[in-house]
T-cell receptor, first 117, second 113 residues
Framework: GAVVSQHPSWVICKSGTSVKIECRSLDFQATTMFWYRQFPKQSLMLMATSNEGSKATYEQGVEKDKFLINHASLTLSTLTVTSAHPEDSSFYIC?????????????FGEGSRLTVL | AQSVTQLGSHVSVSEGALVLLRCNYS??????LFWYVQYPNQGLQLLLK??????LVKGINGFEAEFKKSETSFHLTKPSAHMSDAAEYFC???????????FGSGTKLNVKP
């Protein structure tokens, strides 16, 4: 199956710093990637949809200036949490849809656990 | 509006017992349906999916699910639970619009020895 890789898996940072999370589709081209946030014992909350070469579409309530998303190529999307604060601590998961897929299936990365001190 | 309902946030079964995780959806047309499994601190792994054709679909690890249009359901079953099945399971719906994907709230499966 298609593989999506996220990096880093774990990151700890100080309050006020910025953190970048990468999401790569390893063996397919992804025209669309999705970024989710998952709070403990809860479901996935869609943060934004990113399309290669265009601006991301953010869900209501998600600060686009705080969560910067870049989808510069068909295999890479990045999420940058700017000026991170403890309340940004969470599990972030990316997913990607293959350009060739016709069934809507999403392939998920392993997730990135962010802890802001 | 689309919605996905998973009845029971926690389900506990004994090892060897039947697993039944419920999922109902609301959609004006039959959507694509998925079950994903999540182990602690990991991403989501596809268990199985329904797109078209046979309504009973088989997935990995012995799981299967049946699409019932009349009941707008896509319940996940496994005849005999194994300890390694303990995880969180998410039902998801894609309403054949590639830009949206809706998740249920998840069901945590506990398997007792």
């Amino acid at each position: 199956g298609a593989v999506v890789s996220q990096h880093p898996s774990w990151v700890i940072c100080k309050s006020g710093t910025s953190v970048k999370i990468e999401c790569r589709s390893l063996d397919f081209q992804a025209t669309t990637m999705f970024w989710y946030r998952q709070f403990p014992k809860q479901s996935l909350m869609l943060m934004a949809t990113s399309n290669e070469g265009s601006k991301a579409t953010y869900e209501q309530g998600v600060e686009k200036d705080k969560f910067l998303i870049n989808h510069a190529s068909l295999t890479l999307s990045t999420l940058t949490v700017t000026s991170a604060h403890p309340e940004d601590s969470s599990f972030y998961i990316c997913s990607a849809r293959s350009r060739d897929a016709n069934t809507g299936e999403l392939f998920f990365g392993e997730g990135s656990r962010l802890t802001v001190l | 509006a689309q919605s996905v309902t998973q009845l029971g946030s926690h389900v506990s079964v004994s090892e060897g017992a039947l697993v039944l995780l419920r999922c109902n959806y609301s959609s004006s047309v039959p959507p694509y349906l998925f079950w994903y499994v999540q182990y602690p601190n990991q991403g989501l792994q596809l268990l199985l999916k329904y797109t078209t054709g046979a309504t009973l679909v088989k997935g990995i690890n012995g799981f299967e699910a049946e699409f019932k249009k009349s009941e707008t359901s896509f319940h996940l079953t496994k005849p005999s639970a194994h300890m390694s099945d303990a995880a969180e399971y998410f039902c998801a719906v894609n309403p054949r619009n590639f830009n949206k994907f809706y998740f249920g709230s998840g069901t945590k499966l506990n398997v007792k020895p």
